[in-house]
Structure formats: structure tokens, C-alpha cells
């Protein structure tokens, strides 16, 4: 009797232990397919925004987190894994947030507002045009400055002319990349700006000439200026750096801001392009914006052939040599990298990067155009970092279609890209990097990681000969080396000591790239009367 006693009570008992397995594996099977999700929406696109092929992102809020879920893509691109709140990093757990946390801005907003005694333009002495030159910011700079330079000699500023004749052979006009009639209408109270030179003056005397570079107010008033007695017209041959960064007239200064932060808006188009970019960017999380200055225009002309082949350094020497405006064709390529004037290299970004703490699920967008020699250089930091994205892999080949074969276009889709990126870092500082770094603080002191690139490659150097190795502490020399280049708050720096003549304006901070303290000031308390307009 005891043993059929024994032996039920096992029977039941292992009945029992059946029962809540099934019943456990159930509950994890429905679990699988079934998403709970606490809130999303869809972002409301102004109808300015709106492109036919638009596509809907949500997102949703989990307590203080932002996570982000790509309902609708391209069918070229998959979903990205949302990034982890903490890492292994150089010295153990560090903070995810901490990546991604902008600089204190201090309390400085813009203040470009004219003083109380600037007065809408005096008549127009005569007309002035310009032809710009170099590349989309290049441009950008020189425009801004020449309105400044119209303003100091009573000028009309007709609307300025692309170059169409750089490395790029981009055919675009002024319309084609920039909003026209806002830049007119916004410049309004400062500078007459018209379309074209009025039909009449076709044949009136003109003069062509070639404005000193970083000239002060008392060169444009006494030089340029005087001219207006022999010539109605006057033509810029040049706009890139003549006018002086600092020493000029406070008005003057923020009339320059104006200009670049609020008249020189990108043609509707592409800011709606723009727009849709950064909103699928961000459908990743948070994002770098990398300005990969690895293209074939920028080795060429620096002379930069590390880490290349014989053929491919050949080949850039070449285009050097048969590019008649480059004026400089003979060049030491080690010198160049030791000295820390060459870009760098796709593989040592993904280092850098690495040992900034960035895990290898940070969405990167690449604002650049075609990487010199491709997939090949580009291998090593797509391993590390496989949610690489460019404009060409966030939008279709349609899409693009308005923009394509035109260099100041794509270009500006990038700017727009890197200056609303939660971090921005240039591979080398050339004009895109200075302008997306000047207006990323004009507007709150974003997050710009500025690479000493000297000191990275003394590092890269080591690891290369082996007697340096990634981890804990290549990661603590390079953060202590970045820990104060991340665009905090500071005045634009002055002339390198010791330089003379033109090398003594070369050395100086450009005033875009940091336009404090000419317009950007302290916020004054609430409670305190204040003049300064936020504009």
C-alpha cells in the first residue's frame, strides 16, 4: 500500500511539474510576438518640409531615455540597434550620456543687433559686383563679407556670382543653392541687394579688382571707396578673405553674423531635403556627423599619400601638378602628416573614435563626397563602426536626382546634416569644418570634437611600430588630449606671435569659425532691462 501510495503522489507531482513547463513556455512564445509600446508619434513636418517620397518615423520615450524606431525606410537600409546607456570604456563603465552631452554654453546667446545709431543704408554711390571663389563655404564666407564690404562703401550689391570654375565645375547659380529673395528681403535695413545690374549699365566704365586680402574699414572707405568718381560699377574678382577678422566696427561685425546666420538660407529645396536627412539620421539616435576630408581634390592638393599606393599617390601627384592654380606642386607627404596638415585617414578616425569611448553602435553619417579609393580605405572603420551613413544610403537615387552633378548642392545637404548632428567632427580643418564649427557655437556651443591631429599621429605612429596598443591607455592620452577641444566657450584667437605682414592675418582664428565675442554675449538675468534682440 505504501509503495502505490508513493507512487501516485509521483504521478501527480510530475503532472504538476509538465503543467507549469507548457505553461512557461507559452507565456515566452507569446511574449516574442507581442510589442508593447508606451508612446509614439510622428513628427509633425511643416508642409514647406513635405516631399512626395517622405516617410514616416516614430519615436518613443522610455522614462528620461529617448529611443527611436524606424516604422517606414528606404528598402535599402535596416534597422539600426538602439545604442546600450553604458560601455566598457578606458577607465571601466563610462556614462553613454556623457558622450553626447554638449559643452556649457555659459550663458551665451546671439546678439546680433545693430546699435542704437545704425540707420538703414545711404544712397548708393554705385554697384558692386562679385565673383565668388572656391567651394560651397568658401563662397558662403565671401558673400557674407562682401555685404559687409557694400555697407562700408555705399555700394548696390548685386546678387554674386558662383565660381564655376573651381575643381568642382558645379554650374550652379545663387538660386540653385541659396533662398534669393530671402537673402534680399532679410538684408533689407542693411544693404540694397538686387537680381541683376539694371540693363542701362551694361556698358557703363567698371572697374575689375582684386581687394586686398583682410583689409580694415579704412581701406574699403579711402581706396575703394574713391573710385566711385571714375566708375559706376565695380567688380570683385575675388570675395574669399578680404576683409579682416577683427579690429572692425561692432555694427559691422554682427551686420557679417546677419548675413551668414540669418540671410544666406539654403534654396527651399534643399533645406526640405536637408530636413528629411537629419530626420532619418536621427531615427538611429543620437548621431556624429563626420566631415571625412578623404576625397581625391583634398589629398591632391595637400599632397597627403599616406597609407596609399604607389599608383594612387602617382595619381594625386599629377592632378597636383596639372592644376594651374595650385600654386605649391612639390610636396614632402611625411612632412606634411607630421606637421598635422593632412586629413585623416578613414582607419585612424575609427581609432580616434574608439578610443574617445564611441561603441561600435554609434550612428556615424559621413558628410563627404566620394571617399578616394572607396571601400578599400574605407573597410577598416566600417568594420568598427557599421552603421556608417552617407546622403546617398538615407535617401533614393530619385530623391537626389534634383541635386546630383552639382558640388555646392550636395555640399549644402552635408552642412545641414553636420550642423544639427549631436557631435560634429572634421577629419581636418578645412573651410566646411570651420564654417559647420562657427555656426554650431553661434547657435548654443554644440558638441565640435576638433582632432589635434599632430599629436594623433605621433600615437598612430607608435601603434603602427607596435610599441602602442589600443585600449585603456591610448584611450586616456587621447581623452586628456580632447578634453578641451569640444567647442566650449572662448574668444576667437588673435595672430600667432612672432608673424609679420599677411602671415600675421594668415595665423589668425577666421571670425566664422568662432564668432564670439563680436555676436554672441551673456544672457542677462530676467529680472534685469535688457537691449539685447535674439534674432
Same mark, same amino acid.
Given at each position: ?67 527611436? !524606431?524606424?516604422?517606414?525606410? &528606404?528598402?535599402? =537600409?535596416?534597422? @539600426? +540597434? ?8 578606458? $577607465? *571601466? ?99 540694397? !541687394?538686387?537680381?541683376?545690374? &539694371?540693363?542701362? =549699365?551694361?556698358? @557703363? +566704365? ?8 583682410? $583689409? *580694415? ?122 606637421? *598635422? ?195
Amino acid at each position: 500500500m505504501q509503495k502505490r501510495s508513493r507512487w501516485r503522489g509521483l504521478v501527480v507531482l510530475r503532472r504538476l511539474l509538465i503543467g507549469a513547463i507548457c505553461s512557461i513556455a507559452a507565456v515566452a512564445l507569446l511574449s516574442v510576438h507581442v510589442h508593447v509600446f508606451l508612446s509614439s508619434k510622428v513628427p509633425d513636418f511643416s508642409d514647406s518640409y513635405k516631399l512626395p517620397t517622405q516617410h514616416e518615423i516614430g519615436f518613443q520615450r522610455l522614462s528620461t531615455e529617448r529611443k527611436w !524606431v524606424q516604422e517606414l525606410a &528606404p528598402p535599402h =537600409l535596416s534597422k @539600426a +540597434p538602439l545604442p546600450s546607456r553604458k560601455l566598457d570604456g578606458a $577607465s *571601466g563603465i563610462l556614462d553613454l550620456d556623457k558622450l553626447w552631452k554638449p559643452p556649457q554654453n555659459r550663458d551665451f546667446v546671439p546678439c546680433v543687433y545693430p546699435g542704437a545709431n545704425y540707420t538703414s543704408p545711404a544712397e548708393s554711390q554705385g554697384y558692386l559686383l562679385v565673383h565668388t571663389n572656391g567651394g560651397l563655404n568658401q563662397m558662403r564666407a565671401g558673400i557674407c563679407d562682401m555685404v559687409a564690404v557694400a555697407r562700408i562703401i555705399n555700394a548696390t550689391l548685386v546678387i554674386p556670382e558662383l565660381d564655376k570654375r573651381s575643381f568642382w565645375q558645379d554650374s550652379s547659380n545663387f538660386s540653385d543653392v541659396f533662398d534669393e529673395d530671402h537673402f534680399i528681403s532679410a538684408l533689407a535695413y542693411d544693404v540694397k !541687394v538686387i537680381k541683376k545690374l &539694371p540693363k542701362e =549699365l551694361a556698358t @557703363a +566704365p567698371r572697374a575689375v579688382k582684386h581687394f586686398r586680402s583682410w $583689409s *580694415g574699414i579704412d581701406y574699403y572707405q579711402n581706396e575703394i571707396a574713391s573710385m566711385w568718381a571714375d566708375y559706376q560699377v565695380i567688380r570683385a574678382a575675388k570675395s574669399d578673405s578680404r576683409l579682416a577678422n577683427n579690429n572692425l566696427l561692432p555694427d559691422i561685425q554682427k551686420l557679417r553674423c546677419r548675413a551668414c546666420y540669418e540671410a544666406l538660407r539654403f534654396a527651399p529645396q534643399i533645406e526640405a531635403m536637408g530636413k528629411l536627412l537629419v530626420d532619418r539620421m536621427r531615427s538611429y539616435g543620437p548621431y556624429i556627423a563626420l566631415h571625412l576630408r578623404y576625397e581625391k581634390d583634398m589629398l591632391a592638393f595637400s599632397g597627403c599619400t599616406h597609407d596609399l599606393s604607389p599608383a594612387e599617390a602617382e595619381e594625386l601627384r599629377m592632378i597636383r601638378e596639372n592644376t594651374a592654380y595650385w600654386k605649391v606642386k612639390g610636396i614632402d607627404s611625411r612632412e606634411q602628416r607630421a606637421k *598635422g596638415y593632412c586629413p585623416l585617414t578613414p582607419k585612424e578616425v575609427g581609432i580616434f573614435l574608439m578610443a574617445l569611448g564611441y561603441p561600435s553602435s554609434t550612428p556615424i553619417y559621413i558628410a563627404a563626397g566620394e571617399i578616394y579609393g572607396g571601400d578599400s580605405h574605407m573597410a577598416d572603420l566600417q568594420s568598427r563602426y557599421p552603421i556608417l551613413m552617407s546622403k546617398e544610403k538615407l535617401a533614393s537615387i530619385d530623391e537626389l536626382e534634383p541635386f546630383a552633378n552639382h558640388a555646392s548642392q550636395m555640399a549644402a545637404l552635408d552642412y545641414i546634416v553636420s550642423v544639427e548632428s549631436d557631435v560634429f567632427i572634421p577629419s581636418y580643418s578645412g573651410n566646411m569644418a570651420r564654417a559647420v564649427e562657427g555656426h554650431r557655437r553661434f547657435l548654443g556651443h554644440r558638441k565640435t570634437i576638433s582632432p589635434d591631429r599632430k599629436a594623433l599621429v605621433h600615437l598612430f605612429d607608435k601603434i603602427e611600430r607596435g610599441s602602442l596598443k589600443e585600449g585603456k591607455n591610448l584611450s586616456n592620452k587621447i581623452m586628456e588630449l580632447h578634453r578641451k577641444r569640444q567647442g566650449s566657450p572662448r574668444k576667437r584667437k588673435g595672430p600667432i606671435s612672432g608673424t609679420k605682414g599677411m602671415d600675421r592675418f594668415r595665423s589668425e582664428e577666421a571670425f566664422y569659425v568662432n564668432p564670439l565675442p563680436d555676436c554672441l554675449c551673456h544672457k542677462e538675468p530676467p529680472d534685469m532691462n535688457t537691449s539685447i534682440i535674439i534674432r
